[in-house]
């Protein structure tokens, strides 16, 4: 509550931030979406956004044609473009396909550990998974089209690490 009273405490640290649709926009896509993970994808990889798109919609049209679970139905309810948004279930096998190895960074019941703070996570290239959100963050700085740091008191999840 007083830490700014505290001689010890430290300031917090953020994250620089570079607007970056991963080429949303060039691929010719307008408006907003739920396509975050496409964009996180495209930006860490420098692969084209309409590839990943297109990966994405496929990976979750195999999803739900395969699967009988609440996902699947979903996915079948409300279509399987990338656009509406995607699951774990689907992007995490895509994303370590790619090269990435998955870090785990909080525990069930163990609180948050871990912020998207340069302090907290380490340099390269990174996607980092926050709360309803994917983001690329590369060579110490946050690439999306908005800031989702929270000032440096974002929980982060996990983060996928380009080995």
């Known amino acids: 509550m007083f830490s700014f009273l505290n001689p010890f405490s430290r300031p ?10 991963g080429g949303r926009g060039q691929a010719g896509f307008k408006g907003g979406a739920g396509d975050c993970v496409v964009r996180s994808i495209a930006i860490a990889t420098n692969l084209p956004y309409l590839k990943v798109y297109e990966d994405l919609r496929m990976a979750n049209a195999n999803y739900a044609e395969l699967r009988n679970d609440r996902l699947a139905k979903r996915l079948n309810s409300k279509g399987s473009s990338p656009r509406n948004g995607n699951h774990r279930n689907v992007f995490h096998d895509y994303i370590l396909g ?9 525990k069930i019941g163990a609180g948050c550990q871990v ?49």
């Not at 917090?12 to 649709?21: E, G, R, T």
């Not at 790619?98 to 909080?106: D, E, I, S």
Request: positive net charge; hydrophobic residues 35%.
């Open 115 to 163: 912020h998207l703070r340069p302090d907290e996570l380490p340099s390269g290239v990174l996607i980092v998974k926050v709360s309803k959100h994917l983001t690329a963050i590369i060579d110490g700085v946050i690439q999306d089209t908005h800031d989702p740091s929270r000032g440096g008191n974002r929980c982060v999840y996990g983060y996928y690490i380009k080995k």
């Open 98 to 106: 790619l090269g990435f190895g998955w870090v785990p960074t909080m």
């Open 12 to 21: 917090k640290q953020s994250f620089a931030f570079q607007v970056n649709d």
